[in-house]
Nanobody
């Protein structure tokens, strides 16, 4: 099991930047993959970016080139650097951990979410 705590959300102008942090309660090296998802009002939760314990990354097409996911194993923390923010990026962002990398969701954990609002 793992507890995930997100931070770094807030209000930012279009074109601005934010860096989200996800602090895990255990070594993230022992977690197969971690990632960020987001849910905008009236929409389903969607994948933003993932990173495996081998460093392989994956991004949604809508954020590719603007967002960067990274990890610091020593700090047990995963980051999401968000640049060139757009109104459509407004959502609650959730940190996610898939411990085993299996199809089952039994070993999937979620943070409480952090609000990102892009507005002028």
């Amino acid at each position: 099991q793992v507890q995930l705590v997100e931070s770094g959300g807030g209000l930012v102008q279009p074109g601005g930047s934010l860096r989200l942090s996800c602090a895990a309660s255990r070594s993230i090296f022992s977690i197969y993959a971690m990632g960020w998802y987001r849910q905008a009002p009236g929409k389903q939760r969607e994948l933003v970016a993932t990173i495996t314990n081998s460093g392989r990354t994956n991004y949604a097409d809508s954020v590719k080139g603007r967002f960067t996911i990274s990890r610091d194993n020593a700090k047990n923390t995963v980051y999401l650097q968000m640049n060139g923010l757009k109104h459509e990026d407004t959502a609650v962002y959730y940190c996610h951990a898939d411990i085993l990398g299996a199809a089952s969701t039994a070993d999937d954990y979620w943070g409480q979410g952090t609000q990102v609002t892009v507005s002028s």
